[in-house]
């Protein structure tokens, strides 16, 4: 198996865990943050976040000596090959993403790297943000520097982060340069799990469209519960009932206040944005977000 040299831009939740795993696989892991007391704390064997069995993942890393942290960006782009992008993408005021902390992250590694990089988005980015930033990259390119680029999406859940990392249905991964595209298969190889192989614009899709049809699910199952207390019927067996039809499946019927978590209200609210952005109305997306109001 090959092993690479991983820089992670933005050591937050998606990031360390990223970080955790691929130095757990082998790949030798720079975690950078502009977060002076993260790093700090990482340093020292604190951790910003609980997830089950992170702890022991970061440690081992630091014992063997193959998992770094660093305030610094020369440190990631002069040591690694491949570097992920894993910084916020939070909701902005007119209810689209936010990129100012990928588009900041994408300039340090353009104004930095020394060498051929892959950059790799695995924050959550509307369709189009990929264009933008390999634009971004291709302003610095010279005789000795150049960029490919490579969506690849994250679908961990927190509380069991690790686990999806590791053993999640499926990998998605996008981009225009097949060379590239073999190498983050030949990363994610040993998981022995399913892999996309898709242009940028569709793997940036795939991240929405999933996070929205669940969020969908659950505003459905929450209308379902509505009527069965108008009409006296008991939502949780209704729900089992339907989850053991294979094509509906069990998970995500769960009714109850409505979503929440960091992701499915920004990103069902990006989305709704983007199609709009086209000039085209999501009719079913305001449903969701209006039930789940
Ligand atoms: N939290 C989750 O469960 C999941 C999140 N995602 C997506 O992953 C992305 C990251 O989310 P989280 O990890 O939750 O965010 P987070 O807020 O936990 O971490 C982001 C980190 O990036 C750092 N940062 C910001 N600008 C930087 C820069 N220019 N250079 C270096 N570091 C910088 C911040 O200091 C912070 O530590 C988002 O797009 C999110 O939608 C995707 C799947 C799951
Ligand atoms: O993009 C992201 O950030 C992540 O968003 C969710 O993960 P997360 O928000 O950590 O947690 P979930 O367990 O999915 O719960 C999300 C929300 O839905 C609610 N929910 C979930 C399931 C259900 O049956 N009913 C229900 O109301 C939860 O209470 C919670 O408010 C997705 O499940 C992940 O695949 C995705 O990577």
């Known amino acids: 198996m090959d092993k690479f040299r991983i820089g992670i831009i933005g050591t937050g939740y998606v990031g360390l865990v990223t970080g955790a795993c ?9 975690c950078m943050d502009i977060d002076e007391k993260v790093i700090k704390d990482l340093k020292s064997g604190q951790l910003p976040i609980y997830e089950p069995g992170l702890a022991e993942l970061v440690a081992q890393g630091k014992e063997r000596g193959n998992l770094f942290f660093t305030t610094y960006i020369e440190e990631v782009t002069d040591n690694c090959e491949i570097i992920y992008l894993a910084v916020g993408t939070p909701q902005s005021l007119d209810g689209g993403a936010d990129l100012s902390q990928i588009y900041e992250a994408a300039r340090s590694i353009r ?21 933008g930033l390999q634009h971004l990259l291709a302003e610095r390119e010279d ?23 590791l053993e999640p249905d499926r990998i998605i991964i996008g981009s225009s340069d097949e060379e590239s595209l073999d190498k983050m298969e030949s990363i994610y190889r040993p998981l022995g799990v399913p892999m996309v192989r898709t242009d940028v614009k569709s793997a940036e899709m795939i991240k929405y469209a999933s996070n929205a049809f669940l969020a969908t699910k659950i505003s459905f199952i929450n209308e379902i ?25 069990t998970s995500f019927l769960k009714a109850g206040i409505g979503y929440g978590g960091s992701c499915f209200p920004k990103d069902v609210q990006a989305l709704k944005q983007l199609a709009g952005n086209t000039g085209y109305v999501f009719q079913l997306l305001n449903s969701v977000i209006e039930v789940n109001n």
């Open 22 to 30: 691929l130095s757990d696989m082998g790949h030798t892991v720079y």
């Open 143 to 165: 005789n000795e520097v150049s960029f490919s680029y490579v969506s690849n999406p994250e679908f961990l859940r927190e509380g069991s982060a690790i686990k999806d990392f």
């Open 111 to 131: 104004d930095s790297a020394s060498r051929h990089t892959i950059v790799v988005t695995k924050s959550t980015v509307p369709v189009g943000t990929g264009g």
């Open 225 to 249: 519960a509505n009527v069965c207390e108008e009409v006296g019927a008991d939502i949780d067996v209704v729900a089992q009932g339907m989850g053991m039809d294979k094509r509906i499946g």
